[in-house]
């Protein structure tokens, strides 16, 4: 047995088979073959592993996320069926005499080129999808595609690093816990492991990394960051007590459902959840959440392969609406940029991501898309009670431009007939130095703001939350941070705001009696942080000095 030692993101314990992660972009290299109607055959097999792999993933996604986003992976089948496509992987076997994989690399090159040029938006839109299914099809064709094979075992992933796209392409069905070798507590893949509620442990080393295969036996400690491979039969033990003492708390936490959120002293204040889309509801309503504080709306661009229509928008943010009965649910614009890279934004390469062109200023300088989600949330909005909320505020001038879009939107939707609630909450995030400091100016203009910590300190204490070397650097509970988020919610009040904080330190419950003397009006966090921050707020009494 050995223990590497990381950070524990999620406090649970895991036992389980290892499945290293597999990164799809396999080098396709150039092979002269002896036997070109044996590659022919290859293609053939690879393909019929392809369709039923996309058949399995096309049912799963009916079910998650419906029909119409559903709708991509029947195209796909399609499109490994059409006969230009197998014309010219064919030709190029047959008349080069090379293997399978360079063939489909070639013919994906091709057509990519070809849609791509295209006057036609839709057609333009293929040229990733022909991408996308050669690349599985080059998976399969290396037998590294085997995804939803092997029965439906709950696996530990391994990696050295998983970027939010990766995370969010995982079949979560299947994912026991995410333990990797470098990664810190403020990324995304963090906060993501966090909702979707699975024990994670993260930056514990390459060496972790080189001594585990597929199919090891480990144990995830999420509580204190241990990693255990090749565990013995006393830690194992153990581990299974420390399990079942969770299961105990949980079970105790339960008793707190429908209790309001209220101190000794009777302070009120609001839970609302983090979620990354409609996936996690059931967790929002399983843990009693107030509200939804924060829908980090990008992982509906980052689960697309392209750009999410004002349909298929409006269709998720209804949902969301629906399922929470009237609870406000508060859906922040789009916030990608620095570590959520989507390949269709064709995004130039930054030296600082963090400090560069992403969220608010995207959509500034791309008013298309801003347009087509504020029209889905606006249609949305005549289906419960929607906050709108735009991220990575710095200037009086981007609130403006913001207020000004959504105005021009509102008219556009009276013009055309369309229901919606004018009375639609605005805020801001105050996730910048600049907001928090300007935040005097900034209120009188929304009706809320929500305090994203986990910028708000990369920013202020200038280190990137991206970067596992400046943990020990990174104080979260900063003077500095603490007097920022102090200042927001006395300008908010004084000028008839209220103010959450949706960022990971609201959950954090040794500062909830600090930002409930602040007067914070609500804290936002990951679903299984819902009920234990209610314990904490029914234990403190604001009166006592
Ligand atoms: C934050 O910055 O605190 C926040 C809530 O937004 P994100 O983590 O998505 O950047
Ligand atoms: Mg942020």
Not at 249 to 275: C, P, R
């Amino acid at each position: 047995m050995a223990v590497y030692q990381g950070k524990g993101v999620y406090g649970a314990v895991a036992i389980g088979k290892v499945s290293v992660f597999q990164r799809q972009a396999a080098e396709v290299r150039r092979v002269r073959v002896e036997d070109p109607a044996g590659e022919l055959a290859r293609v053939e097999q690879a393909k019929a592993i392809a369709v039923e792999q996309l058949s399995a993933i096309h049912e799963k996604a009916l079910k998650e996320v419906g029909e119409a986003n559903a709708e991509i992976f029947e195209i796909h089948i399609m499109m490994l069926d059409d006969e230009d496509y197998n014309d010219s992987i064919r030709s190029i076997i047959e008349t080069q005499g090379v293997n399978a994989e360079y063939a489909v690399a070639v013919t994906s090159d091709n057509f990519a080129e070809m849609f791509a040029a295209m006057d036609d938006a839709y057609m333009q839109a293929r040229s990733a999808d022909v991408k996308d299914i050669s690349n599985r099809l080059i998976a399969c064709l290396s037998g590294s595609g085997s995804e939803g094979d092997s029965g439906s075992e709950k696996m530990i992933v391994c990696a050295d690093d998983l970027a939010p796209s990766e995370t969010v392409s995982l079949d979560k069905e299947r994912v026991l816990a995410f333990v990797t070798a470098a990664g810190s507590s403020n990324s995304h893949t963090a906060i993501l492991a966090r909702n979707m509620n699975i024990p994670a442990v993260i930056g514990v080393g390459q060496a972790f990394l080189d001594s585990i295969k597929d199919g090891d036996l480990l144990i995830v400690d999420g509580h204190t960051g241990e990693v255990y491979t090749d565990p013995d039969e006393e830690t194992v033990r153990r581990m299974e007590q420390k399990q079942a003492e969770d299961a105990r708390k949980k079970q105790l936490l339960q008793e707190l459902k429908g209790k309001e959120n209220v101190t000794l002293d009777g302070t009120k204040v609001k839970i609302f959840a983090n979620i990354g889309g409609v996936g996690n509801i059931g967790a929002v309503l399983a843990n009693d959440a107030g509200g939804i504080g924060l829908f980090r709306s990008e992982f509906l661009y980052l689960e697309s392969e392209d750009y999410p229509t004002e349909e298929e928008q409006f269709s998720a943010y209804k949902k969301v609406l629906e399922s929470m009965a009237g609870k406000q649910v508060v859906v922040r614009t789009l916030d990608i940029g620095a570590d959520k890279q989507i390949g269709y934004f064709n995004l130039d390469k930054e030296d600082n991501p963090a400090l560069g062109f992403r969220a608010i200023r995207i959509c500034l300088t791309r008013p298309e898309i801003f347009r087509t989600q504020l029209r889905a949330l606006y249609r949305a909005s005549a289906f419960g009670d929607l906050g709108i909320m735009f991220p990575m505020i710095t200037s009086v001038s981007e609130v403006e431009k913001c207020i000004a879009m959504c105005e021009q939107v509102k008219e556009e939707l009276k013009s055309e007939g369309i229901r919606f609630n004018s009375d639609t909450e605005i805020g801001i995030m105050i996730e910048t130095p600049a907001a928090a400091v300007i935040s005097d100016r900034l209120a009188p203009m929304v009706d809320f703001f929500s305090v994203g910590t986990n910028d708000l300190t990369q920013y202020t204490l200038a280190c990137d939350r991206q970067n596992a070397k400046l943990e020990p650097f990174v104080n979260t509970h900063h003077e500095a941070v603490l007097r920022l988020i102090e200042m927001a919610a006395k300008n908010a009040h004084a000028n008839g705001a209220w103010i959450g904080i949706c960022g990971e330190l609201a959950a954090d419950t040794s500062l909830t009696e600090t930002f409930l003397r602040m007067g914070i009006d609500e804290l936002s966090v990951s679903p299984p942080f819902v009920l234990p921050l209610r314990e904490r707020v029914r234990s403190l009494n604001l009166r006592a000095e």
